[in-house]
């Protein structure tokens, strides 16, 4: 039976180093977080719970056009390991959750393929060239493990926590460590064919 796997995308923060709402900038013929969704979609990942901040309603009409879940985290200050604790909860009941960040637009849809099936263990982290990155699968038997982090700790606490559950999976893919961050990041990977906002 093919396992039951949740999409969550952490949507809430505030895009301080690109100048704000930057996961609503153009990208080919969507936006940044239009993007992400569709290469879920691609990957096989058909149930969606996007992580959004107050006052974002373009984003939740993003969400809902993709036919995702709509998650309001009122107060994204605390940091992305808050929203993913939002995520997790409106997840279950399933096998697990892909997480894929919202300004992670490069990853191809056969590296989320390629997460999402292995199956065996607890935490799937993707590595390029050395270099960890994005999507993670994880396990729901690993859930109340990330619900106990402290949020100051943030994810990446959990490997230490459960060292015998982490995979390491090499993937040919460098967008699973290029997130859009900046205006430099944006200038250098923006699909050529992005439309234009007039108005």
Same mark, same amino acid.
């Given at each position: 039976?093919?396992?039951?796997? =949740? ?18 900038? +153009? ?28 006052? !974002? ?12 879940? $709509?998650?309001?985290?009122?107060? +994204? ?6 929203? %993913?604790?939002?995520?997790?909860? !409106? ?6 959750? $892909?997480?894929? +960040? ?24 993707? $590595? ?7 999507? %993670?699968?994880? !396990? ?23 060292? &015998? ?5 090499? =993937?040919? &893919? ?18 050529? &064919? ?6």
């Amino acid at each position: 039976m093919k396992p039951d796997l =949740v999409a969550l995308i952490p949507a809430a923060g505030r895009g301080s180093r690109m100048g704000g709402r930057k996961l609503e900038l +153009p990208w080919g013929g969507t936006t940044i977080l239009g993007a992400v969704l569709d290469h879920l979609r691609a990957g096989g990942l058909e149930r969606v719970v996007v992580v959004v901040g107050p006052d !974002a309603a373009e984003l939740t009409g993003v969400a809902v056009a993709h036919g995702a879940g $709509v998650v309001v985290n009122e107060d +994204p200050e605390r940091g992305m390991l808050s929203s %993913i604790h939002l995520g997790l909860a !409106a997840a279950e009941p399933c096998d697990g959750a $892909v997480i894929l +960040p919202g300004d992670f637009p490069l990853v191809r849809p056969d590296t989320i393929a390629a997460v999402a099936a292995r199956a065996e263990a607890g935490l799937v982290i993707p $590595v390029h060239e050395g270099r960890r990155g994005h999507p %993670i699968r994880l !396990a729901s038997r690993l859930f109340a493990a990330v619900l106990a982090l402290p949020l100051e700790a943030g994810l990446r606490a959990l490997r230490e926590r459960v060292p &015998d559950e982490v995979a390491w999976l090499e =993937v040919d &893919d460098p967008g699973t460590a290029q997130d859009v961050d900046t205006p430099a990041d944006y200038a250098r990977f923006r699909p050529p &064919d992005s439309f234009s906002r007039t108005g």
